[in-house]
């Protein structure tokens, strides 16, 4: 049974949030404040957390950004603020969707459902593959680890999915709809400016001049390129 952190301080919402996952046999712990969203989500074995933005104490954004380094699990902000440059942020800071309300409960169940079953093939205890190596760069595919030289690079699910699968198709451009579709399905309810976001934090991690990136290029009007020698 998936255990799930539902941080919310509507408590209506809070309630019907955790009904119907509930229904779909999840375990669920809710609490109501930033401060105790962070507590919890460091002391606890969860496998998916959702997250309102507008939390009393610490908000949504300030909790994402302090946990985000330590758990790698998928984050899912769950907020009444549309705004794409929220969206952005939000992404920017780790999460790994946006969920509007007012929301359909069966599209928020979807949403947790497919995270967790994506979560759930990345992280399978298959054997060690062999490394992908581009330059002073090395990704351990099953392992879910990335090393830049001899230092490690902490990098959240979706990240690695997106670089992974970029250093397994080196020297090809991909638009952002098909990496898009290759990392968060083609039923996925999201959109490919997430691709955007998602570029932008691997850049910062992995390249040595993030403002001028060698390693994954960008191909205007094309997409992405990694690039391998």
Known sequence: MAKLLLAEDDQAISMLERDYLEMEGYEITAVDNGQAAITEALKGEYDLILLDLMLPGCNGYDVCRL???????????????????DKVRGLGLGADDYIAKPFDPAELVARVKSHLARYARLTGGQEEQEALTVGDLRILPQSWKVFKGEREVKMPNREFALLKFLAEHPNVVFSKEKLFEAIWGC??????????????????KVEDDPAHPTLIETVWGAGYRLNRQ
Do not use: E, N
Not at 67 to 85: C, E, F, N, Q, Y
């Open 67 to 85: 946990i985000r380094d330590k758990i790698d699990i998928p984050i899912l902000m769950v907020t009444a603020r549309t705004d794409s440059v």
């Open 187 to 204: 039923d996925y309810l999201g959109d490919s400016a997430t691709v955007t976001v998602h570029i932008g934090r691997i850049r910062d």
